[in-house]
C-alpha cells in the first residue's frame, strides 16, 4: 500500500501551463482595452451588459434605498411635530395680543361712530368709558368714568353711535352714573318719524320700552322709528330712541298697548358719548310777547 503512487495518470496533464495561461489571458485584455480605447469597439458589449445588470443593481439598492427613506420620513416627520409644536406655542403666546387688537379695533370703530355722530348732530359732549354696571338687579343704571372733574352735571344725555342711551342721574367727583333708557322709572318723549305723532316712551326694567297714551286706533305700525321730540328741554330733538316690536289693541282699553325695543346698544359695549345741556333759547323780544298777549297790541301801545 505504501508504495501506490498517489500522482495522476498521465493523461489527464494536457494543456498549456499556468503560467502560459496568465500571460495569454493578459495580454488579450490588454489588446481588447487598447481597441476599445482607440476605436471604441467594446460600448455595445458594454450597453448589452449593463442592460442585463441593471435590475439586479436596482434590486442590490432597494434595502439601501429603503433605510434611507424611512429615516428621512421619520426625520421629516420629527421635524413637522417640533414645527408644530412651536407654531401652538407661539399662538398661545400672541392670542392674548391678537384678542386685544380685535377688541381694540372694534373699540375704535365705535369711537369713530360717536364722534361722527356728534359732528353730524352738532352736538358737543365727552366721550366717557362705563366701567360697571349697578348692582341694583331691579334697575337699569351704569357708571361711567366721567364725572365733576369733567364738567358732567345730571341731567344730561348720553348717547352711542345709534342712538340714545340714557340720562345722568347722579354726580360723582371722577365717576356719575347714566340711567338708562330702559329702567323702569325712566320716560322719553319720542316722536313716530312716519307721521309725525308724539307720545311718551317707558321703560320696562327688563330692556324693552313701552309706547303709552296711544289711542288704540292710531295709525302705528310694527317697525315704525321712534326719535326724541326734545319737549322735554334735554334731549335735542331727532335722535333715534326705539323702534315699535309689536302691538296689542283690545276695544275694552282706551290706549294700545305697544311694546318697543331700543335701537342703541343700551347695555352693551363700553363707551358713551354724554352730550352738553342743551342752551336755553333767548328771549323772545317784548314786542314778540306783547303780540302773543289777548289784546294782540304791543305792549308799549298798551301802555299809551
Do not use: W
Not at 368709558?129 to 348692582?135: D, F, P, V
Not at 334731549?235 to 276695544?251: D, K, T, W
Amino acid at each position: 500500500m505504501a508504495g501506490i503512487d498517489h500522482a495522476p495518470p498521465p493523461f489527464f496533464k494536457r494543456g498549456p501551463a499556468p503560467l502560459a495561461l496568465l500571460t495569454f489571458y493578459v495580454a488579450i485584455s490588454l489588446a481588447l482595452f487598447v481597441i476599445d480605447l482607440r476605436l471604441r469597439s467594446v460600448d455595445l458589449v458594454r450597453q448589452s451588459i449593463a442592460l442585463v445588470t441593471d435590475p439586479v443593481q436596482r434590486v442590490a439598492q432597494t434595502p439601501g434605498s429603503l433605510v434611507d427613506y424611512a429615516a428621512d420620513y421619520l426625520r421629516g416627520l420629527q421635524n413637522l411635530l417640533d414645527e408644530n409644536t412651536h407654531l401652538k406655542q407661539a399662538q398661545l403666546r400672541t392670542a392674548p395680543n391678537l384678542l386685544r387688537l380685535e377688541h381694540l379695533e372694534s373699540e375704535n370703530e365705535r369711537l369713530r361712530k360717536l364722534l361722527a355722530v356728534k359732528e353730524r348732530e352738532k352736538a358737543s359732549g365727552e366721550v366717557a368709558k362705563i366701567m360697571y354696571t349697578s348692582r341694583d338687579p331691579f334697575s337699569r343704571r351704569i357708571v361711567i368714568d366721567k364725572g365733576q372733574q369733567a364738567g358732567i352735571i345730571a341731567g344730561q344725555p348720553a348717547i352711542d353711535e345709534a342712538g340714545i342711551v340714557g340720562q345722568v342721574t347722579r354726580i360723582f367727583p371722577f365717576s356719575a352714573e347714566i340711567t338708562l333708557i330702559t329702567d323702569k322709572d325712566q320716560a322719553v318723549p319720542v316722536q313716530i318719524v312716519r307721521n309725525g305723532q308724539r307720545s311718551v316712551v317707558f321703560g320696562l326694567g327688563n330692556g324693552d320700552l313701552e309706547l303709552r297714551y296711544i289711542p288704540a286706533h292710531a295709525d302705528i305700525k310694527e317697525g315704525d322709528l321712534l326719535v326724541t321730540s326734545g319737549l322735554d328741554g334735554i334731549y335735542l330733538p331727532g335722535f333715534p330712541v326705539a323702534r315699535i316690536a309689536s302691538i296689542e289693541r283690545e276695544n275694552t282699553y282706551t290706549f294700545a298697548r305697544i311694546r318697543c325695543v331700543p335701537i342703541a346698544a343700551v347695555e352693551n359695549f363700553g363707551e358713551v358719548l354724554v352730550l352738553a345741556p342743551r342752551q336755553a333759547q333767548p328771549a323772545p323780544p317784548e314786542e314778540v310777547m306783547g303780540r302773543s298777549g289777548n289784546t294782540g297790541v304791543p305792549k308799549k301801545a298798551a301802555s299809551k
